[in-house]
């Protein structure tokens, strides 16, 4: 079995970068003509993962998606258990999106490149970064396009449901007034288990909870609160749906 899940690892791995290779331009050029280009960038990005999913027999059903309003701008929040998560998130949002990502994966060669123009790298270690990751994500809201962030800030590789979050998102949702939307992923740690590099095919779930609007809390910390009502939240939708 674990030959026959090494040959089938090796399999996507290669259809990835394949892919990634025909599609990358299709993805970088309407955004290196215009800023307006981003809706271009994203349906071929969305091909891409559609594509690759469907060649690799991983399937994914989105539940609760009548809670998002297209022409509204939301920070979406999900919990990152998996590097699965990454090709699911544009298919199963369908709005125009820009990640917080790791600085780290910048440097992929051709994959950092691709990336770089539909996300914002940050180095949580850097205080200055941070700050500047912050700064661009309000711009990008302020042009009306929703951003996703994972607040536990790493991938969660332990047996909690959910690691504390930071506050950046939810000092941002506040400082915007953006509604923070939360997605439960559920499953794709069992594609791509903890401690291993071997995928295995199968279904990946992803549920929409309706959003939460900073401008109802009344509390003195509102970031503390605001943060505190996400991770309930989410907890709750995985706990319930796992």
């Known amino acids: 079995m674990k030959i026959i899940r090494s040959i089938y690892t090796l399999y996507a791995v290669l259809l990835f970068i394949l892919l990634m290779l025909v599609f990358g331009l299709f993805i970088v050029l309407p955004l290196l003509i215009s800023p307006r280009g981003g809706k271009i960038s994203f349906f071929f990005l969305r091909v891409w993962a559609i594509l690759w999913s469907f060649l690799i027999g991983i399937r994914f059903r989105t539940f609760g998606t009548a809670h998002i309003d297209l022409n509204q701008a939301y ?23 820009r990640g917080l990502g790791k600085k780290e994966l910048s440097k992929i060669p051709i994959f950092g490149l691709i990336i770089s123009r539909v996300a914002v790298w940050v180095d949580r270690k850097d205080s200055q970064s941070r700050k500047a990751s912050l700064t661009k994500m309000q711009e990008i809201l302020q042009q009306g396009i929703s951003i996703i962030v994972a607040p536990e800030g790493t991938r969660n590789d332990t047996d909690k449901t959910l690691l504390p979050f930071q506050k950046g998102a939810f000092r941002l949702a506040i400082d915007t007034q953006t509604p923070i939307l939360p997605m439960a992923v559920i499953g794709a740690d069992k594609l791509l288990p903890k401690g291993s590099l071997l995928l295995r095919p ?15 809390l009344k509390a003195e910390n509102p970031v ?11 907890e709750a939708m995985i706990l319930t749906h796992e």
Do not use: T, W
């Open 75 to 97: 920070i979406y929040i999900f919990n990152h258990r998996s590097f699965l998560d990454a090709p699911l998130i544009p298919m199963a949002i369908k709005q125009e999106l």
């Open 224 to 234: 503390e609160h605001l943060s505190e009502k996400c991770y309930s939240r989410l």
């Open 202 to 216: 199968g279904v990946i779930e992803i549920y929409f909870s309706a959003p939460i609007l900073p401008s109802s």
